[in-house]
């Protein structure tokens, strides 16, 4: 998406950073594109944990503007950032051990979001939470730490994807846009994590899917893009989570869903969520199965359950006791 000055502002600030140079003459004199090629260099790379943004120096000759100094604010030397990619590389090797590069794009996307949903925890007082060494060697870390590890792991894995910033729920955000079988679709590990977005009371912690491979409409009823550069359009639904699995459902059907929810329960029991496609279908889910109580009859023995209802998405989820 950028012009072809700010690209090679793009490489030449990248170069600088990979090669842990102190500072590099950039080809602009425009501090305000400066910045936006750093932005996008950050969004395109999450694995660039020594460096933490960086300060520039206008160069004057009088009244005229005659150079552009960009210098990276390091956080550590070459030979610390050495021991610490060792140390990423040992638990990457690790957390990518049940995924094949000869998977599906929808398969490795999946994969690294329960990964991180799994192994990862949400924590404000996580050490160095603004980059992957807090994902990786603490396993734990805040929605910028959940971005660019899932930037970095499906780099790992050949699927392209890039991190994108703004707000959610009146918070500042970070999360992904993906491009899976040709199409991009908006993904966001943290709020893949049930204790961070729901809005109700849980019992532990599990997977919220209502994150995993979304359209920029769909995620916009939460989230509000601050990126400096234009998105890609979201137009395909086929590896949508929900789709994918088959847990979608676009007119009534009790037995279907009832079905669903019954293999979940013989099968754990593990949570299991449905998505209706309008919120009229939701409501009729919610009187059927919850205040009509016939889950009872697709799970039994079942005497105590959670619901939770996400009435943006129409999402019903059940966690089992």
């Known amino acids: ?100 590069i000869s998977d599906s794009d929808y398969e490795k996307a999946k994969y690294v979001f329960d990964t991180l949903v799994d192994n990862v925890d949400y924590d404000l007082d996580a050490p160095e939470n603004q980059n992957i060494i807090s994902t990786f060697v603490y396993r734990r870390t805040v929605c910028q730490g959940y971005a660019c590890a899932v930037q970095y792991l499906l780099n790992q894995l050949g699927v392209e994807s890039f991190i994108v910033t703004g707000v959610a729920s009146g918070e500042n955000h970070a999360w992904n846009m993906v491009l899976l079988d040709g199409d991009y679709y908006c993904l966001d590990a943290t709020w893949g994590n049930s204790l961070v977005s729901a809005a109700e009371d849980v019992r532990g912690k599990f997977r919220n899917y209502a994150y995993l491979n979304v359209t920029k409409e769909e995620l916009s009823k939460t989230h509000r893009s601050s990126s400096p550069f234009v998105l890609p359009e979201t ?72 619901y939770l209802k996400d009435t943006s998405h129409n999402i019903l989820t059940v966690v089992f006791s």
Request: one cysteine or more.
């Open 1 to 100: 998406t950028l012009t072809d000055e700010e690209r090679v502002v793009y490489d030449e600030i990248l170069s600088c950073v990979l090669n842990h140079e102190p500072k590099v003459s950039v080809s602009t004199l425009d501090k305000d594109l400066l910045d936006r090629c750093y932005e996008a260099v950050n969004a395109d790379y999450g694995g660039l944990f020594w460096f933490d943004g960086y300060v520039y120096t206008i160069y004057r000759l009088g009244d005229e503007t005659t150079g552009l100094e960009f210098a990276p604010k390091y956080t550590m030397d070459y030979e610390e950032r050495l021991a610490m990619q060792r140390s990423i590389d040992a638990s990457v090797e690790e957390l990518l051990n049940g995924v094949s």
């Open 235 to 306: 137009e395909s639904m086929e590896d949508n989570y929900y789709i994918k699995e088959g847990l979608y459902f676009s007119e009534w059907d009790p037995d279907a869903m009832g079905e669903l929810i019954s293999t979940a329960w013989f099968s754990g029991p593990q949570p299991i969520t449905i998505k209706l496609s309008t919120a009229e279908l939701f409501h009729q889910a919610i009187d059927y199965f919850i205040t009509g109580e016939h889950i009872g009859d697709y799970c039994p023995g079942l005497t105590s359950y959670t």
